[in-house]
């Protein structure tokens, strides 16, 4: 039986081992964070600066008149244009004839839309209006409001549309998640109630501020 080694060398040796151990894992777990940290800070700033734009849609009733709709954008690219909006239609009722009190209330409107009965009865299957809007920075915010009348005093009507939004040069913007007032997807489309009375007088512009809440 070979004589039990309690020299100094003998001791530090057995001692250094797992020290060496630990220290080559520390190194090799140093080198992969130290390389890997890139890619990890790219990953955060990807996840947390590119939050998906939105377009949350909503009917906004207007008293005695036909409703808005308001298009409220978030999480815009800093490169985001939009040129126009088409709403397709999915269902339409009307023309019908406004009876009681308010067919005959006065009032004075600034829309932005005429729709004619053929949008009622089937002759037109979408609108198209243009929308604006030029992002100024990362993760911008817009909104755009389409406020529409009936062509003919005393009627009402409603339509069920469908929104698709296109750049100025008429490219499809796919990147838009479209939503409702309570984060559901709009592939069913969101109803637009229309009323006119016979009294109501309209000026058409592009500006439709202050109408919409």
């Known amino acids: 039986m070979p004589p039990n080694d309690q020299s100094p060398r003998s001791l530090f040796g057995r001692l250094w081992a797992p020290i060496a151990v630990v220290l ?3 190194v090799l777990a140093l080198d992969f964070f130290t390389k890997s940290i890139g890619l990890v800070e790219k990953m955060i700033e990807l996840i947390g600066g590119s939050a998906q734009p939105i377009v949350v849609v909503t009917e906004v009733p207007v008293k005695d008149s036909s409703s808005c709709l308001k298009f409220a954008f978030e999480n815009l690219a800093e490169d985001f244009v939009l040129g126009n ?13 406004l009876t009681g009190n308010m067919a005959s209330t006065v009032l004075e409107r600034t829309v932005n839309f005429e729709i004619t009965p053929a949008y009622l009865v089937g002759g037109e299957r979408e609108i198209v ?14 909104f755009v409001d389409f406020c529409p ?5 005393g009627t009402t009507g409603t339509l069920t549309v469908r929104p698709t939004f296109f750049s100025p040069a008429g490219q499809t913007i796919n990147t838009l998640s479209v939503r409702d007032g309570a984060g559901a ?3 069913g489309g969101i109803m637009l109630t229309l009323l006119r009375s016979k ?13 919409v809440p």
Do not use: H
């Open 85 to 97: 909006i088409r709403l397709e239609i999915l269902a339409a009722s009307g023309p019908d004839e």
């Open 185 to 187: 997807s709009l592939e």
């Open 149 to 153: 009348t009936l062509t003919v005093p």
């Open 24 to 26: 080559i894992a520390f």
């Open 129 to 142: 209006f243009p929308a604006r809007i030029q992002a100024e920075r990362a993760a911008d915010a817009a």
């Open 199 to 211: 009294n109501e007088t309209v000026t058409i512009s592009d500006q439709v501020e202050g109408q």
